[in-house]
């Protein structure tokens, strides 16, 4: 079964014409390779996806996000609209992007709540197909380097204190959700789990470790997809 297209639409920005057409062209075309990453992963959407390309300064650190089950953004920096070799060399980039913030999509499609659990297991479930269609992609000397960055527990770090520490903090969310689900602790909590500082987010590394470890037992991300946040990090 094919993935429908993922429709494209400008947001803002400064787009001169040449530049637009170029960017348009790139960007269509690390769509198509999205839906083609989601039907390698045998992932069939339940809804239409639709795409906003906007362009944003140089030093923006955000290459993408997802809004909801249907919409998503992807952000081009300043630096790839004007030079035309430097976008060539970002269209990988925008591939991986593209499937990364699609799956986000397509996890939310499930309805599960948002909360730790639930952020960590999207994070985890777009990080690894990013990293399933890089392997298709990329020659094996550029993968390599791809999975420096994809290394995500420094040798220092200790794993199981880390996802003990996680589920705990969960569990006070949860409980706190109770009483005032939009409290200010709540949302320092998340912070701490998944502020966008230097590297990947702790939070990430959670969702990254537990979606790892079932990917490795033999699960695929198709099944995982739509199996409750608490099925995929408990069991870890």
């Given at each position: 079964m094919s993935v429908p297209p993922?429709?494209?639409r400008w947001g803002g920005g400064?787009?001169?014409?040449?530049?637009?057409?170029?960017?348009?062209?790139?960007?269509?075309?690390?769509?198509?390779?999205?839906c083609d990453g989601l039907e390698m992963l045998g992932i069939q959407p339940k809804e239409?996806?639709?795409?906003?390309?906007?362009?944003?300064?140089?030093?923006?650190a955000l290459?993408?996000?997802?809004?909801?089950?249907?919409?998503?953004?992807?952000?081009?920096r300043e630096e790839f609209i004007k030079r035309q070799r430097k976008l060539a060399a970002f269209q990988i980039v925008l591939t991986l992007t593209a499937l990364h913030e699609v799956m986000h999509c397509v996890r939310d499609?499930?309805?599960?709540?948002?909360?730790?659990?639930?952020?960590?297991?999207s994070e985890g479930l777009s990080a690894w197909s990013e990293h399933l269609?890089?392997?298709?992609?990329?020659?094996?000397?550029?993968?390599?380097?791809?999975?420096?960055?994809?290394?995500?527990?420094?040798?220092e770090v200790d794993t199981s204190q880390m996802l003990d520490n996680f589920i705990l903090d969960s569990a006070r969310e949860a409980h706190m959700a109770e009483f005032n689900p939009n409290s200010q602790e709540i949302i320092d909590l998340n912070d701490a789990w998944?502020?966008?500082?230097?590297?990947?987010?702790?939070?990430?590394?959670?969702g990254i470790i537990a979606v790892g470890e079932l990917i490795c037992s033999g699960s695929?991300?198709?099944?995982?997809?739509?199996?409750?946040?608490?099925?995929?990090?408990?069991?870890?």
């Open positions: 993922i429709e494209m400064k787009w001169p014409g040449g530049p637009r057409r170029r960017v348009g062209s790139a960007v269509r075309a690390s769509l198509g390779l999205a239409p996806k639709i795409s906003t390309v906007w362009g944003v300064p140089n030093g923006y290459k993408g996000e997802a809004l909801d089950s249907q919409h998503f953004e992807i952000y081009v499609e499930a309805g599960y709540e948002d909360n730790l659990l639930e952020r960590a297991v269609l890089a392997k298709e992609l990329l020659s094996a000397q550029e993968f390599e380097k791809y999975k420096e960055g994809f290394s995500v527990i420094p040798d998944f502020a966008a500082t230097y590297g990947i987010p702790a939070g990430n590394k959670v695929s991300l198709s099944e995982l997809v739509t199996l409750p946040p608490e099925d995929i990090i408990m069991i870890v």
